[in-house]
């Protein structure tokens, strides 16, 4: 709405203006109204080139457009005069038309910026029903976080006690160990000592059961020797015998062989 009321009040500014010209020239000298026409038109020439620098360093296409509308001013003031004195137009008619064709102009202006604004406007509305639209779910998910992250700490809290209790059942199983270990190497060391005590012992019972062994061992080796050299007496008897057999038996044959030889001859 500022935009439509700026708009209107610089077409009715420049309506005043042809409506002081008109009297002007009623009233006035065509010299005079020359020279004033003429410094109407530098004035808005230099206005112009002010907005146009402006716009150029701002990057503003609302004050560059007022820029041109100042210099299109500077210029139709500037031909008011030549259009009169050298193509002979009425001044009434060329002011009516003029003021007929800045009123049009400015109209079409408001009436394009009012519809831009209402479309914005529209745009900013659907826009705002899509953010709300959009931010519901957003606002649900926000909730089910909410609700996931509770159930979460409650999980997290669960797991914490429950690794706790597992760890103090740990150091009670591992206190337990240890004390049954020092029980048992306790014991171990009451065993060895035992152990040692028996050993110490054993060696001179071991040392006599040698002795007994060893004895035992060369009565039988001398038991053996005298069972051997008997069996070797007693072979080398058998061997003699056999041997005397021997003889006398060959010597009745050579006995009987002679007798006979003798019988012979």
Request: with cysteine; proline share 1%.
């Amino acid at each position: 709405m500022k935009k439509i009321g700026k708009n209107l009040s610089r077409a009715l500014c420049i309506i005043i203006y042809f409506i002081i010209l008109f009297f002007a020239y009623t009233r006035m000298n065509l010299d005079r109204l020359a020279q004033d026409i003429q410094v109407f038109s530098g004035a808005f020439l230099v206005l112009g080139i002010l907005a146009l620098e402006k716009a150029y360093k701002k990057d503003s296409g609302e004050v560059a457009i007022t820029g041109i509308e100042l210099l299109a001013l500077s210029i139709h003031s500037l031909s008011i005069m030549h259009m009169i004195t050298l193509l002979k137009y009425d001044f009434k008619s060329y002011m009516l038309i003029s003021s007929g064709i800045v009123v049009i102009y400015y109209v079409l202006k408001v009436i394009i910026i009012y519809t831009k604004d209402k479309k914005e406007y529209l745009k900013g509305l659907s826009d705002i029903s899509k953010i709300v639209k959009e931010d519901e779910p957003i606002k649900k998910e926000a909730k089910k976080r909410n609700k996931n992250e509770k159930e979460k700490e409650e999980t997290d809290e669960l797991e914490s006690t429950k690794e706790n209790q597992s760890k103090e059942t740990n150091n009670t199983e591992i206190k337990q160990n240890k004390d049954s270990k020092t029980k048992t190497n306790s014991k171990r060391k009451q065993a060895k000592k035992v152990n040692e005590s028996k050993n110490k012992e054993k060696p001179k019972t071991k040392a006599k059961s040698n002795k007994k062994v060893i004895e035992d061992k060369t009565e039988k080796q001398s038991k053996e020797t005298k069972t051997e050299t008997k069996k070797k007496k007693i072979e080398n008897v058998e061997e003699k015998t056999k041997n005397e057999k021997r003889k006398k038996s060959s010597s009745v044959k050579t006995k009987k062989v002679e007798k006979e030889v003798k019988e012979n001859d």
